[in-house]
C-alpha cells in the first residue's frame, strides 16, 4: 500500500471520460431494456449519449500509449530487407 502514487491532474481527466462513457453504455442499457419492456423512457437515451459524448471529449486529451517494441525485430528486418535492395539497385544502376 506505500507504493501507491498519487493521481496527477492530467491522468484523472481521461479516468473521467473512462468513466462517463461507461456510464453513457449503462443509461444506453437502461433504455434499451426499458423499450422492451414497452415503458420506452427516451431520457435514458438521452443520457447515455450525453455522458458517452462528454466522456469522449474527455478521453480525447489523454496521451497516446508508449509503443510497447513487439514487432520491433520485423520492423528492422524490413528496414534491412529495404536497405539491401536499394544497394543492390544502386550496384546495378553504377554497371
Known amino acids: ?3 501507491e502514487q498519487p493521481i496527477k491532474q492530467d491522468d484523472l481527466v481521461p479516468r473521467i471520460g473512462t468513466f462517463l462513457i461507461l456510464l ?7 433504455f434499451l ?3 422492451s ?9 438521452f443520457l447515455g ?3 458517452f459524448l462528454v466522456g469522449l471529449v ?5 496521451p497516446p500509449p508508449p509503443s510497447s517494441g513487439r514487432f520491433s525485430g520485423m520492423r528492422k528486418w524490413r ?7 536499394q544497394e543492390k539497385a544502386e550496384k546495378k544502376a553504377k554497371k
Open 79 to 85: 528496414e534491412n530487407r529495404k536497405k539491401r535492395k
Open 58 to 62: 474527455f478521453r480525447r486529451r489523454a
Open 24 to 30: 453513457g453504455i449503462f443509461f444506453f442499457i437502461l
Open 1 to 3: 500500500m506505500g507504493d
Open 49 to 51: 449519449v450525453l455522458f
Open 37 to 45: 419492456s414497452d415503458q420506452t423512457d427516451f431520457d435514458w437515451l
Open 33 to 35: 431494456a426499458s423499450d
